[in-house]
């Protein structure tokens, strides 16, 4: 099956930058695209970012669009997909997860908290 790893959270202040990256790795049959998806505590995860994994098709959800971009890149049989998160607000504070959808079963990663303060 498919894992998803991500990493490079952390604190960072309003205005500052961060990237996440989420490893996909495993057997990625019938996965087509990646998403990351955000969630604070009470709330339900909401859609943040998606990518098909040749690239050629991005999505950002409104919010965040113009601050936010997503991108992937190969390496030998591992693909990594990069959420870029410029002039960061305090509502950006959230656990970023890695998603993705293999023959209609969800898969996701373990999360990494992303801070904002002010």
């Known amino acids: 099956q498919v894992q998803l790893v991500e990493s490079g959270g952390g604190l960072v202040q309003v205005g500052g930058s961060l990237r996440v990256s989420c490893k996909v790795s495993g057997f990625i049959s019938g996965v087509e695209s990646v998403a990351w998806y955000r969630q604070t505590a009470g709330n339900q995860r909401e859609w943040v970012a998606s990518?098909?994994?040749?690239?050629?098709?991005?999505?950002?959800e409104d919010p965040v669009k113009g601050r936010f971009t997503i991108s992937i890149s190969r390496d030998n049989a591992e693909n990594t997909v990069f959420l870029q998160m410029n002039n960061l607000k305090l509502e950006d504070t959230a656990v970023y997860y890695c998603?993705?959808?293999?023959?209609?079963?969800?898969?996701w990663g373990q999360g990494t908290q992303v801070t904002v303060s002010s």
């Open positions: 998603n993705v959808d293999q023959y209609n079963r969800m898969y």
């Open positions: 990518i098909t994994l040749n690239g050629d098709t991005t999505a950002i």
